[in-house]
């Protein structure tokens, strides 16, 4: 696997630090900044990136509560995530390969769970394009586009728990290995 032996390659402590600090800086400007100014002009409400899963009718919801500026936030908030998605996939993927090749550099079955980030990455973009259009298109909402996109939603959510949970604790056994 050629991209493997290119993640090893790249996949140092500071590569890994500098992932984490674009990961934060980028999750201050979409959490702590816009979030909280779509939260205040929705009345509350959470944006859809931030829900496990959504119908229609809470898309529908969110949009008439943002107003028109709200929906525009949203849209600047769409293109701030366009970045963390490759951050996050990358910077996981690359904590995975770390603690995989401390553990054992032949454990090539243990390679597989390097691609959990990835898939999330691109679970995440198929959301925040789906949206975008939903967005572009209000109000004439459709239910099949905000359906799949509930469910990239949701997909995503889930393998970057996945993806956490194996980091964790493949990095619980680096730390017992040292011992």
């Not at 996939?89 to 770390?98: H, Q």
């Not at 959990?116 to 999330?120: E, V």
């Given at each position: 696997m050629q991209w493997t032996k290119r993640l090893t390659g790249i996949s140092t402590g500071r590569n890994i630090l500098v992932g984490?600090?674009?990961?934060?800086?980028?999750?201050?400007?979409?959490?702590?900044?816009?979030?909280?100014?779509?939260?205040?002009?929705?009345?509350?409400?959470?944006?859809?990136?931030?829900?496990?899963?959504?119908?229609?009718?809470?898309?529908?919801?969110?949009?008439?509560?943002?107003g028109d500026?709200?929906?525009?936030?949203?849209?600047?908030?769409q293109i701030a995530d366009s970045f963390f998605p490759a951050?996050?996939?990358?910077?996981?993927?690359?904590?995975?390969?770390?603690?995989?090749?401390?553990?054992s550099p032949q454990a090539s079955h243990l390679r597989l769970i390097v691609i959990?980030?990835?898939?999330?990455a691109l679970s995440d973009y198929a959301e925040n394009s789906l949206i975008a259009t939903q967005l572009a298109s209000y109000p004439a909402l459709s239910g099949g586009v905000i359906m799949v996109s509930a469910v990239m939603t949701l997909a995503k959510w889930v393998l970057i728990i996945v993806a956490l949970g194996?980091?964790?604790v493949l990095g619980l056994v680096v730390i017992r290995r040292r011992k």
């Open positions: 984490l600090l674009v990961i934060l800086v980028l999750g201050i400007i979409m959490m702590a900044i816009i979030q909280p100014q779509m939260m205040a002009l929705s009345g509350g409400l959470s944006i859809l990136d931030a829900r496990l899963f959504y119908t229609t009718q809470d898309v529908n919801q969110l949009f008439a509560a943002l500026a709200g929906r525009l936030l949203y849209t600047y908030h951050a996050y996939g990358i910077t996981l993927a690359l904590a995975l390969v770390n603690s995989i090749n401390r553990i959990l980030p990835f898939l999330a194996a980091a964790v």
